[in-house]
């Protein structure tokens, strides 16, 4: 890394330890988003990471991003997920949108004076695009948006909507401003990990909106979403890595004053080696995170390592989370503790983003040079 980058990081473990860690138990338990503490991310620019700075961003690449995220995770991965999710509508409108577009949107998301959802997962569609039931017509110099999303982030405290749907020419992405009157909030979920992202449906409904809300072609929708991909699994990556690393630090840490007989915990040398593999499964996990970030911000794509490292990191994550509980035995397994927290954010993270499946399919395909095989 450079100085600039070893200071970011710094930073933000400051950052972290002081003002986010002191809520996060009471955010995940009660599922609250903190929008003033996103508008001090925001004056930091954080939020903003990859948005030139003639837009009010940082003006940083992927190595940037990643080491937020994984600064913010170690003690809230929510948090980390949020700034990550962000990215998603935030490459949409650097790649895609007009120069109104990213002079109206782009500095009320780089400064934490907004934030963006993304609509996709419909309750009978989820990564399959083509499955979606959610339909935008002609209507006029505008179109209009009929249909439902079922997993959508925070969308009382938002005001763009990144939403996917069908139109006559196959599946395009569209702008959102959350303001419409066609755009509403059917119902809160109840996710069980990244519960200090709030989650909830939408539906839109004879939602107009004008002809240049469409990001690239009718049948753009994948060159948008693929255009953020590479660098949103970087930054899940990062999260998981700060997942791995948060939890490890916190079972050492009770396991240093915890006591058996004339022993402390971390005396005992099958616990020394779990730390020890552990420890290794996270620097390796980070080192590939780093050479993804690096690929990223070289070509703009980063399809096998950033999916290398989302694999390892978020299995290292589960791990790590299982086996802190474990050494902090029913001490961490009560809610004022952040080891079921971890968990249930490690266990999420291995869904999200692209599921362990989706990535070692990803892997084979590079590392065979063929797609996967039928099933016998």
């Given at each position: ?5 070893r200071?970011?990081?710094?930073e ?32 930091r ?7 030139p ?12 991003h ?11 991965a929510s ?23 990213k ?17 996709i997962t419909?309750?009978?569609?989820g990564s ?11 209507d ?8 439902c ?8 405290h ?17 702008l ?6 066609g ?7 109840d ?21 240049d ?14 255009k ?38 971390t005396d ?70 952040p080891f ?6 490690a ?25 996967t095989?039928?099933?016998?």
């Amino acid at each position: 890394m450079t100085a600039e980058q070893r200071r970011l990081a710094q930073e933000v473990a400051e950052f972290a330890a002081t003002r986010v860690r002191p809520g996060a138990e009471a955010r995940s338990r009660d599922q609250v988003w903190d929008a003033g503490l996103w508008r001090e991310f925001g004056a930091r620019r954080w939020p903003g990471v990859v948005i030139p700075a003639a837009y009010g961003g940082l003006g940083g690449g992927a190595l940037e991003h990643a080491l937020i995220v994984e600064g913010i995770s170690r003690v809230d991965a929510s948090l980390g997920a949020a700034l990550n999710l962000l990215q998603q509508t935030v490459m949409a409108i650097l790649s895609f949108a007009t120069e109104a577009q990213k002079a109206r949107y782009l500095p009320l998301l780089a400064d934490g004076r907004s934030y963006s959802i993304t609509g996709i997962t419909e309750s009978d569609s989820g990564s399959k695009l083509e499955d979606m039931q959610t339909r935008a017509v002609r209507d006029g110099d505008g179109w209009v948006i009929d249909g439902c999303k079922t997993e959508v982030h925070i969308p009382e405290h938002v005001q763009i909507c990144l939403v996917f749907a069908k139109t006559p020419s196959g599946i395009g992405a569209f702008l959102v401003d959350t303001g419409n009157p066609g755009f509403k909030v059917t119902g809160r979920r109840d996710i069980v990990g990244l519960r200090g992202l709030p989650m909830a449906a939408v539906a839109f409904e004879r939602c107009r909106v004008p002809g240049d809300a469409l990001l690239g072609a009718e049948n753009g929708a994948y060159d948008v979403f693929f255009k953020s991909f590479d660098l949103t699994r970087i930054g899940n990556a990062a999260k998981c890595v700060g997942i791995a690393d948060g939890a490890l630090d916190d079972a050492i840490a009770y396991a240093r004053r915890r006591r058996i007989g004339g022993n402390v915990v971390t005396d005992f040398q099958g616990l020394r080696w779990q730390i020890a593999d552990l420890d290794t499964r996270v620097h390796g996990a980070r080192a590939l995170l780093q050479v993804a970030a690096d690929e990223y911000t070289r070509t703009g794509r980063s399809t096998a390592a950033s999916a290398r490292a989302k694999l390892l990191a978020s299995t290292t994550a589960m791990e790590a989370a299982t086996v802190a509980l474990q050494v902090t035995g029913s001490h961490g397994c009560f809610a004022d503790n952040p080891f079921a927290r971890y968990m249930m954010d490690a266990k999420v993270s291995q869904i999200t983003g692209g599921t362990i499946e989706i990535l070692r399919n990803a892997i084979a395909r590079d590392r065979l040079g063929k797609p996967t095989a039928p099933t016998p």
